[in-house]
C-alpha cells in the first residue's frame, strides 16, 4: 500500500506587486491580484499537487472557489526555506483572483484543497482554520499622455521614432508595477523642435507647451506628460521637468527607449522600467542614492542598498505579466530586486515608492476643486465633414477666428502650489488701477535656464485659458531679488508693456532636471502662466537681475487659408499650409491640434512650429477615423485659430 503524501500550508500571500506576508502593502481594487500559496511536504513521496482556493467576501457570503494557475512538487525529503519560495514563482502556487472579487471590500481566504495531479487523489494538507482577511481600496487611475519624440539624424542617419513596441510596454508595465487598476493613456506622435543632440530639457520643454495648449483646450489637469526618445540616432538620458514636494501634474519627464536588455531586462523594450522611473519623479519619487543616482532620499528610503526588502523574509515582489507581450509571471526576491527610482539593476516598485505614489494620486485627484470632473469643453465651430479622403495637393476649407475676451472658466482648476491667489492678484491690480485677471490675457511661458552659468533662453510663448493654473503675481521689483533656493540667483519673467506703463515681474520657480550627472551644471525649466497686461511689448528672462534673454512677438498673427495634402509615407501623411501672401514673419509659430470626436476634445501635435508644413502620424489613428485638424498662428500675446475640414485617415 502506497503511503499517501501529506503536506502543510507555510503561509499564504495575497499581492498585486509588491507585498509582505502581513499584507502591509494596499491592495487596489480592480488591479490584477494573485493568492501565493507556499505548501511543503511533511510525509510521504514526493508528488505533484495543484490547489484549490475557497475564498469569501462576507460573513454570509456562500464562497467562490478559485484553481490554482499551476502545480508544484511537494518532497518531504527536499524541504525549501520560505524565503526561497517566495522569490521564484514557480515554487508557489498561484491563483489569479477574477476581477469580481478584486472589487472594493473584503476578501477572505477560507480553505485550501490540494490534489495529486498524477493519482487524482485528494493530498491531506494541514492549514489554518482561516486564512487571512485583506481590504481592496478604490484608487485613481493613472492618467498619462505618452509622445513619440521623432527626430532626424544623429550618429545613425535617418529618421527616428520609438517603436508601437516602446508604447505598449510602458503602459502594461505601468498597469502591472504602479498602483492602479487603470491607466488611461493616449499616444501621439511629434517632431523635437531642437537640434540632435537634444537633451531631456529640450524635450521637456516642447511637452511642458503642449501640456499647456492641451489644458487651455479642455484637457484633463491630472494627466501627467512623458516623452520617448529613440536611441537609434543617440541617446538621450532622461529626466524630469523637477521633483516636486506637492501635487503638480505639470511636471513633464522625457526618456529613451529602444531593445538593448542592460545586462538584465531581456523583454526587448527598456521604455518601460525606464519611463516608470522618470514618471516617478513627477510624482515626488526622489534617488535614493545607492547605485550612482544622486542621494536625494537617502534618509528616507527604509532598505538597504536600494533592494526592496531588507531581508529574505519581508518584502518580496510580483510582477504578474502579460502574455501579449510575452512578458511571464514573476516574483521577485526582495534582497536581489531593487526600487525603481534607483540606477540599480533589477528594478521593480519597493513598497515605499508604491505606497507614496498612491498617496501622491490620492492628492493629484483631490486637486480638482468642487469634486467635480472635468468638464468637456465647448464643440468648436465645425467645417463640414469631407464624404472621404483628400488626394495629395486637394485643398482642405478652414474655419478661421480671433482669440480674445473672457478666459475660459468651464474647467475645474488645480490647486497648483508657488502661484498667487485669485483674490490676492485681483486686489493688485485694482491697487494698479488695471484689468481684473479674469479680463486679461494670459500666457504660458516655457523657457529653459541654466542656474550654473547664468544663462537661459524663452522656447515657447503661448496665450492659454485660465483653464492651465492660476496666474502668478506680479512683484515689483523683483528682478533685483535676494537669493532663490540653495543660494542660487532669482529668475524672473518681467514684462514689458507698450504704453509706458511699469513692467510688471514675476519671480518664478525653475524646476531642476531629476537626473543630473555628479558635478554637472544645474538646468531646468520656467514653465509658468502669466498676465501679460493691455499692452505687452515684450517678455524678459532674467537671472539674479540680469537679462539673459528676450521674447518679442511678430505681428498680428497670419490666418490660415487653406491646408493641403502633400503626399503620405513612412507611416505618416503631410499637410502644405498656405497662408497666401501674407506668410508668417519672425516673431510667428503655429500650433497644429487634432481631435476625433467631432472637436469635443483636442490634442496637440505640434507647438513653435516655423515650417508651413506638418507631418501628422497615422499611427495615432484608428483606420477610417474621421480626423479634424486645427492650426493655431500665435505671435505670443494673440492668437488666430482655424479650424480645418474634417478627413479621413
Not at 505639470?250 to 531581456?266: H, K, N, Q
Not at 465651430?381 to 495629395?392: L, T
Not at 512677438?553 to 497670419?558: H, S
Not at 495634402?565 to 501674407?582: E, I, K, V
Request: glycine share 12%; net charge negative.
Amino acid at each position: 500500500m502506497t503511503t499517501p503524501t501529506t503536506a502543510v500550508l507555510d503561509a499564504t500571500e495575497i499581492t498585486q506587486a509588491v507585498q509582505d506576508l502581513q499584507h502591509s502593502v494596499t491592495l487596489i481594487a480592480g488591479k490584477a491580484t494573485v493568492i501565493r500559496a507556499y505548501v511543503s511536504g511533511t510525509f510521504g513521496p514526493a508528488a505533484a499537487v495543484s490547489g484549490a482556493l475557497k475564498l469569501v467576501r462576507s460573513p454570509t457570503d456562500p464562497g467562490f472557489t478559485v484553481l490554482s494557475a499551476n502545480t508544484v512538487s511537494v518532497n518531504p525529503s527536499v524541504p525549501q526555506d520560505l524565503a526561497t519560495r517566495r522569490g521564484d514563482i514557480t515554487l508557489s502556487l498561484n491563483f489569479l483572483l477574477p476581477p469580481a472579487l478584486t472589487t472594493e471590500g473584503a476578501l477572505s481566504v477560507r480553505s485550501l484543497t490540494l490534489t495529486d495531479t498524477v493519482s487524482g487523489n485528494p493530498v491531506r494538507v494541514s492549514a489554518p482554520a482561516n486564512g487571512p482577511t485583506v481590504w481592496f481600496h478604490n484608487s485613481p487611475p493613472l492618467r498619462v499622455k505618452v509622445f513619440g519624440l521623432r527626430y532626424e539624424g544623429g550618429d545613425v542617419p535617418g529618421t527616428h521614432t520609438p517603436r508601437d513596441l516602446d508604447y505598449t510596454a510602458l503602459i502594461s508595465w505601468l498597469k502591472r508595477a504602479y498602483p492602479v487598476a487603470e491607466v488611461i493613456s493616449s499616444h501621439t506622435v511629434i517632431d523635437v523642435t531642437a537640434d540632435v543632440p537634444f537633451t531631456c530639457n529640450d524635450t521637456n520643454a516642447q511637452l511642458a507647451a503642449i501640456r499647456a495648449l492641451d489644458i487651455s483646450a479642455g484637457g484633463d489637469p491630472r494627466t501627467h506628460y512623458l516623452g520617448q526618445a529613440a536611441d537609434g540616432g543617440f541617446f538621450m538620458r532622461g529626466c524630469s521637468s523637477g521633483v516636486p514636494a506637492a501635487p503638480d501634474p505639470a511636471t513633464v519627464a522625457s526618456s529613451p527607449c529602444g531593445a538593448a536588455d542592460w545586462g538584465w531586462d531581456f523583454d526587448g523594450a527598456y521604455s518601460d522600467w525606464y519611463g516608470g522611473h522618470e514618471l516617478g519623479h513627477t510624482f515626488g519619487r526622489r534617488h535614493p542614492g545607492f547605485c550612482g543616482e544622486s542621494p536625494d532620499d537617502l534618509l528616507g528610503y527604509p532598505f538597504p542598498n536600494g533592494q526592496l526588502a531588507d531581508g529574505a523574509g519581508t518584502f518580496a515582489g510580483l510582477d504578474v505579466g502579460d502574455p501579449s507581450l510575452g512578458v511571464p509571471m514573476t516574483a521577485m526576491a526582495g534582497v536581489v530586486w531593487h526600487d525603481v527610482m534607483t540606477y540599480c539593476n533589477r528594478q521593480w516598485l519597493s513598497s515605499y515608492t508604491y505606497e507614496g505614489i498612491r498617496q501622491r494620486l490620492l492628492a493629484e485627484e483631490a486637486m480638482v476643486t468642487d469634486g467635480a470632473e472635468v468638464a468637456e469643453p465647448a464643440p468648436a465651430p465645425q467645417a463640414p465633414a469631407a464624404a472621404g479622403g483628400h488626394p495629395a495637393g486637394e485643398a482642405l476649407s478652414v474655419t478661421t477666428r480671433s482669440s480674445g475676451g473672457r478666459p475660459d472658466e468651464r474647467f475645474p482648476k488645480l490647486s497648483v502650489t508657488a502661484v498667487a491667489p485669485a483674490q490676492a492678484i485681483r486686489a493688485m491690480r485694482r491697487e494698479e488701477g488695471g484689468p481684473e485677471p479674469d479680463t486679461e490675457r494670459l500666457v504660458s511661458v516655457v523657457g529653459t535656464v541654466n542656474l550654473t552659468r547664468r544663462a537661459g533662453g524663452i522656447r515657447f510663448v503661448n496665450p492659454v485659458s485660465a483653464a492651465v493654473t492660476q496666474p502668478a503675481q506680479a512683484t515689483p521689483g523683483a528682478g533685483a531679488a535676494g537669493a532663490g533656493p540653495n543660494g542660487e540667483a532669482p529668475v524672473v519673467l518681467r514684462v514689458q508693456q507698450t504704453d509706458g506703463a511699469p513692467a510688471r515681474d514675476f519671480p518664478v520657480t525653475v524646476k531642476l532636471g531629476s537626473d543630473p550627472n555628479p558635478g554637472e551644471e544645474r538646468t531646468g525649466l520656467v514653465d509658468a502662466v502669466v498676465p501679460v497686461g493691455p499692452s505687452p511689448a515684450s517678455i524678459e528672462l532674467l537671472i539674479g537681475g540680469q537679462v539673459v534673454d528676450t521674447f518679442r512677438p511678430g505681428g498680428t498673427p497670419t490666418p490660415l487659408l487653406s491646408a493641403r495634402h502633400a503626399g503620405a509615407a513612412d507611416g505618416a501623411f503631410a499637410l502644405t499650409l498656405d497662408f497666401g501672401s501674407q506668410v508668417p514673419e519672425p516673431g510667428q509659430t503655429f500650433a497644429a491640434q487634432v481631435s476625433t470626436d467631432d472637436g469635443i476634445t483636442w490634442q496637440t501635435i505640434g507647438v513653435g512650429l516655423k515650417d508651413p508644413a506638418i507631418k501628422i502620424d497615422r499611427g495615432q489613428f484608428q483606420p477610417g477615423q474621421r480626423v479634424q485638424l486645427r492650426i493655431i498662428t500665435t505671435n505670443g500675446f494673440t492668437s488666430s485659430t482655424s479650424d480645418v475640414e474634417s478627413f479621413q485617415v
